[in-house]
């Protein structure tokens, strides 16, 4: 795959929800796809705390176990952060973990006041590499973040680990990847 950048999804890709993981895939992703089909933009803490969740844990959530080591395996490839997140949001998040060396560029949904599967999103992380969209690979563990990025246009990478797929659209990925370490 000749790229020239890969940007990876933060929630439930990079960074483990834990116990959060069902209301995000139960409420909040629904409501921020709602809040983008009526022209409603709302970031996402205001959508996460809207959904009677903390918002403190955002900026905080562990990286899975992998994602330090396997990240450097990468080093020299032009890396991103994808997220519905905020861009301030995400800044922390990735400094508390202490990935902040790792990404030539945060994105997120405030910029665009849109999220995921929204065309406007993944085209930040074309712009963002100086590219063009199938020279960019998308790295997610959600399908509908997959069939976003892939109808945008963007290579996709579904990050199993473990985990059978579940397609959206019947959209599948161009690779399917049980760690970040695979694209290496």
């Not at 202490?98 to 406007?120: I, S, T």
């Not at 085209?123 to 892939?150: I, K, M, T, Y």
Request: charged share 20%.
């Amino acid at each position: 795959m000749d790229l020239e950048g890969i940007a990876f999804d933060a929630f439930g890709t990079l960074f483990d929800l834990g116990d959060l993981e069902d209301s995000f895939k139960g409420t909040v992703i629904p409501w921020t796809w709602h809040a983008t089909a009526a022209e409603r933009f709302r970031p996402l803490p205001e959508i996460v705390e809207a959904a009677g969740l903390e918002t403190e844990g955002l900026t905080s959530l562990p990286p899975y176990d992998d994602v330090a080591d396997d990240l450097e395996a990468l080093r020299g490839t032009p890396l991103a952060v994808l997220s519905n997140g905020t861009r301030d949001g995400i800044r922390a998040l990735v400094e508390n973990a202490g990935l902040n060396g790792h990404f030539d560029h945060l994105l997120a949904a405030d910029q665009v006041a849109a999220y995921k599967p929204a065309p406007e999103i993944y085209a930040l992380a074309v712009s963002a590499f100086g590219s063009v969209p199938n020279r960019v690979l998308l790295v997610s563990g959600n399908e509908f973040d997959v069939a976003g990025a892939s109808q945008a246009g963007l290579r996709t990478a579904w990050l199993a680990r473990g985990r059978a797929p579940s397609w959206v659209l019947g959209i599948e990925a161009d690779l399917v990847i049980q760690r970040i370490a695979d694209l290496a």
